[in-house]
């Protein structure tokens, strides 16, 4: 069995293996304390807040309205239960070793952002037919098929649906594009059903003729957090931030997408929180531990500074 292989055969729950005897479990001495979880979820010192968007900007194509923190709760929106307690994760297409490797970390990066276990499916062939278009794009001397991303929202995942998942996203290397009129999209989720569907392709430098190097390697494994984080947090009820820049803002470009954070602002993370129940100091620790042991020291120095000032709080 080779190594592509082993990524759709093995079923995979990262959350437990990689953090197996990390110290801060839950109930021990690191738990934050009531006004320690006020701070983190209200302090907003450590965030810059949204700007005035520009032409070609998300906010500029559309117009969004805040979701308040009452809203979201009010929204019913989806948790784990005693059934559907894992984050499942269903790769479609064919994954060369570096693809694998990039989506697997993103994977484990997910369990400790949304404090859930994960799994890994078998993986599945894109559509032949049907469901896609070929595009051209100037920076390529290929044509690019992309695929619609109704094919995974109503057809492919709603089916396969595991009794366990509490979302259920597919993975792909192949374009998407959610209808006619778009150029593209990075991703697509819905906030009921608990199915979405990103792309990793628009992330790595082949796709815009550009050569690989180390650096480049740990941006695109940024991107692809964001993505996958961004999406699922969809699944889970949250809505685009329209405050701060936060890491669910919506996106209309891979430079755009840049300019947003590996963060959640204070209003998203106070949902987040709200919805997993999770313990904020543990999480925090745990992401400085994921972004020191893969290369990534903006993320990390920026964690380390918040989580200082949310131990200082008594």
Known sequence: MTCRTAFFCIVVFLFASYFMGNKGAKGKSNMSSPEQLKYATSDE??????PEPKPGDWLF???????????????????????RKVMVFQPVGEFSEEERELVEKAITF??????????IENGLPLPEKGWQRIRQFPWQDKPVTQYRTDYFLNLLLPSRLPDD???YLAVTNGDLYPEESWNFVFGQATLSRGVGVYSIIRYFPKFWGEKESGSSQII?????CKVL????????????????????????SLEESDRRPLRLCPLCLKKLQWNRKFDVIERYEKLYTFFQEN???EEEAWTASRLKKIKAVQ
């Not at 194509?61 to 059934?83: A, C, D, I, M, W």
């Open 165 to 167: 998942a509490v979302c």
């Open 45 to 50: 010192s450590d965030f810059q807040r949204m």
């Open 110 to 119: 997910a369990s400790i952002w949304f404090d859930i276990p994960t799994r």
């Open 295 to 297: 290369g990534l020291k």
């Open 220 to 224: 695109t494994l940024r991107r692809i």
């Open 61 to 83: 194509q559309f117009h969004e309205s805040r979701q308040s923190f009452k809203e979201y709760v009010n929204s019913e929106p989806l948790q784990t239960t005693g059934q």
């Open 229 to 252: 984080t961004h999406e699922a947090g969809h699944m889970l009820g949250l809505g685009h931030c329209i405050d701060y820049l936060c890491n669910m803002n919506g996106s209309n």
